[in-house]
């Protein structure tokens, strides 16, 4: 068996400290291999953010170890840490959360200027991707001007456009009707096929667990069931 | 790895632009405090350049007086000690002359004593300068200021206005001067009252007396001076001709002391004083008023843009470059607001030179006008230093931002 690309050990995470302190995951461990269409599924207050924050290094664990492609990351500051995201990880946002001011093209480029990659690089490389996503029409839209489910596309084009390692989408369609999550779940899928990138999403939803190629549940922060299937729903 | 500065700008100034409103109260708050500070720094400066010329030409201090070394101190108390005999003055006349700068060379003698119209006697206090001096010192620009003395008529003296009330003396009116001479006796000589002018000071008026050098000296029984007034090509050139006048006058054998025409002039130190505590204040008060309007802006915009904060180190952006957006964005404002206060400045400026507004003075007989001088130097200096505060009046609340958590922040609703 090859090496994971996530590797989570005897993770414990709480929050607050003293008696108020709520202990939400104990000693979890999880691997997820590269290339995985993964989705993590179960109540709300489960614990899945909070997995997904530990896995996108968004946030750290009080114990346990975190390794992404075999580097122990835990160990970085914080500098480290955005520079390692930038490079590794994309994220995609329950309410989409693209910045206001930037247009549709201009939200995708900025994973890349971050980067400090060229302008002109940057701008193209993002209108391609647009449009292999059907957005080449809305290139210059804000995302005021878009639907939900154009703008969770332009969220997936921004959380694609550095070429990550893994893609990690908390709750990507909670913010949108059912039949734009279907889209949004069956385009990730698509992406994660052709793309061979990693792609481990949370939801509630039950409805999508039919998209994943494996399905991971969570109660009161532990894995309860942990499964493969064959796709049920594919996209064509 | 960062974001170009080009990229950084565009977002700032597009968030800028989003908040068009609140973006534009503070630019105004910032261009009516820059505007405030212009004018009276425009109005200091002019009343600064008048009182210099002022003191230079109208006191006569020149740009440097040469003295012997305690004359400042103690001439007062012992006068004859530290005159310039002829031998002395024709030795710093000749030195001073050969420094490169040197325009004009005056001898002086402080004169006062008695002036007496026949019946009655009055105190008088004042100067002897040679006509061809003060007309030298003057030069074409103050030409006009009345209280000239007539080269050739070394009997005529200027004595002030109130004075000539005083003593019931008119323009050609013959009187006598009495002053104790340096050894000591009581002399008296004639003299004419060449005109009479106002000195502007309600305090001297009514003493002034201007006398040719060639009287006082008569009167004084002196063939010197008590003092060489220097005036230079340039008053800029002070500093960098001061000690070489000092270091010549010392190889000649002559221990020299020089001031510089603003150590002598009471005057002009004082209101200078006063000025600059009252722009201080005011700058401090405008500096205040702008700098809360920009904290209170970049405030909001961040508490209000807290989840985008939190996505954009999500993806990958430092927290220095995040504070750097804001740092531009208040910097942005700031600057926009100050050129806006500058093109205020530049147009109130001219409406009020145009208004030709007069006021009077304390302790001043004379109207005197209100122009504004702006220095465009000067409101550079002020643009540069309220963009500084802003970028600092910005980081703290930026830092504050990037100090919570990732995931605090990506929560924030
Ligand atoms: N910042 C926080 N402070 C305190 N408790 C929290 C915080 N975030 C999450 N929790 C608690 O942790 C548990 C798991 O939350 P979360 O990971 O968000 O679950 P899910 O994403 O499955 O809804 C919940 O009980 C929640 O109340
Ligand atoms: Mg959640």
Redesign the interface.
């Known amino acids: 068996m090859t090496q994971p690309i996530i590797k989570l050990e005897h993770i414990t995470k709480s929050y607050g400290h003293g008696d108020g302190a709520v202990n939400v995951l104990q000693d979890l461990n999880l691997s997820i291999q590269q290339g995985e269409f993964t989705c993590i599924w179960g109540a709300s207050g489960s614990g899945k953010s909070t997995l997904l924050?530990l896995m996108?290094l968004?946030?750290r664990p009080d114990q346990g170890r975190i390794a992404i492609k075999n580097a122990e990351v835990l160990g970085l500051n914080?500098?480290r840490l955005?520079?390692f995201?930038?490079?590794h990880?994309?994220?995609i946002?329950q309410?989409f959360?693209l910045?206001?001011?930037?247009s549709a093209q201009e939200n995708t480029m900025?994973?890349l200027?971050?980067?400090?990659e060229a302008?002109d690089t940057a701008r193209r490389r993002a209108r391609d991707l647009l449009a292999e996503l059907g957005l080449e029409r809305h290139l210059h839209k804000r995302p005021d001007e878009m639907s939900g489910g154009q703008r969770q596309r332009v969220a997936i084009a921004?959380a694609l456009i550095g070429d990550p390692d893994i893609v990690l989408a908390d709750e990507p369609t909670a913010n949108l009707d059912s039949a734009n999550s279907d889209a949004i779940i069956l385009l990730m899928q698509k992406l994660n096929q052709k793309r061979k990138v990693t792609f481990v999403f949370a939801t509630h939803d039950t409805h999508l667990l039919s998209y994943a190629a494996r399905s991971i549940q969570v109660r009161d922060g532990r894995i309860v069931d942990d499964r493969h299937n064959t796709y049920l729903k594919e996209a064509s | 790895m960062s974001m170009s500065l080009a990229m950084r700008c565009k977002l700032a100034a597009r968030n800028v632009m989003k908040n068009r409103r609140r973006s534009l109260v503070t630019v105004l708050s910032v261009a009516i405090g820059f505007l405030a500070l212009s004018l009276f720094e425009g109005y200091f400066t002019y009343v600064y350049r008048i009182l210099k010329d002022q003191a230079i030409v109208g006191e006569r201090l020149g740009h440097l007086t040469v003295v012997r070394r305690g004359f400042f101190d103690q001439g007062t108390l012992d006068p004859e000690k530290f005159q310039l005999d002829a031998a002395a003055l024709d030795l710093v006349t000749r030195t001073v002359r050969q420094v490169p700068g040197v325009k004009l060379v005056s001898p002086r003698l402080a004169v006062s004593g008695l002036v007496s119209n026949g019946t009655t006697s009055h105190i008088f206090i004042g100067e002897a300068i040679s006509a061809e001096d003060q007309k030298a010192l003057r030069g074409t620009e103050y030409a006009y200021l009345p209280g000239k003395l007539a080269p050739g008529q070394d009997d005529a003296a200027v004595i002030g206005q109130k004075m000539a009330k005083i003593m019931g003396l008119q323009q050609g009116s013959d009187g006598v001067l009495m002053a104790s001479t340096l050894s000591g006796m009581v002399n008296a000589v004639d003299f004419r009252v060449g005109e009479i002018a106002n000195t502007g000071s309600m305090g001297t008026d009514d003493k002034f007396a201007l006398l040719p050098l060639a009287l006082a000296r008569k009167l004084y029984g002196s063939d010197g001076a008590d003092r060489v007034v220097v005036v230079l090509d340039a008053v800029d050139s002070i500093p960098a001709v001061k000690p070489v006048l000092l270091e010549k006058l010392k190889a000649a054998g002559f221990d020299a002391d020089i001031k510089e025409w603003s150590e002598l002039s009471v005057y002009y130190t004082q209101v200078k004083g006063l000025f600059d505590m009252m722009y201080l204040f005011i700058m401090v008060v405008v500096v205040m008023v702008a700098m809360t309007s920009v904290v209170n802006t970049m405030t909001m915009a961040i508490a209000e843009r807290t989840r985008e904060i939190g996505t954009l180190r999500a993806i990958g952006m430092r927290s220095m470059t995040i504070k750097s957006l804001f740092v531009i964005e208040g910097v942005i404002i700031v600057f926009v607001g100050s050129l806006a206060g500058m093109a205020l400045s530049y147009a109130i400026g001219a409406g009020i030179n145009l208004a030709q507004i007069t006021y009077s003075p304390p302790d001043s007989s004379e109207q005197a006008a209100l122009v504004i001088e702006l220095l465009f130097n000067n409101m550079f200096g002020s643009l540069f230093t309220l963009s500084v505060l802003a970028a600092v009046a910005s980081y703290f609340p930026a830092r504050h931002a990037t100090q919570k958590t990732i995931v605090g922040a990506l929560g924030h609703v």
Not at chain 1, 99 to 102: A, K, M
Not at chain 1, 113 to 116: A, K, L, N
């Open positions: 924050n996108g968004l946030d914080d500098n955005a520079d995201r930038s490079r990880l994309g994220f946002f309410s959360n910045v206001p001011v930037l900025l994973p200027q971050i980067r400090g302008d921004r």
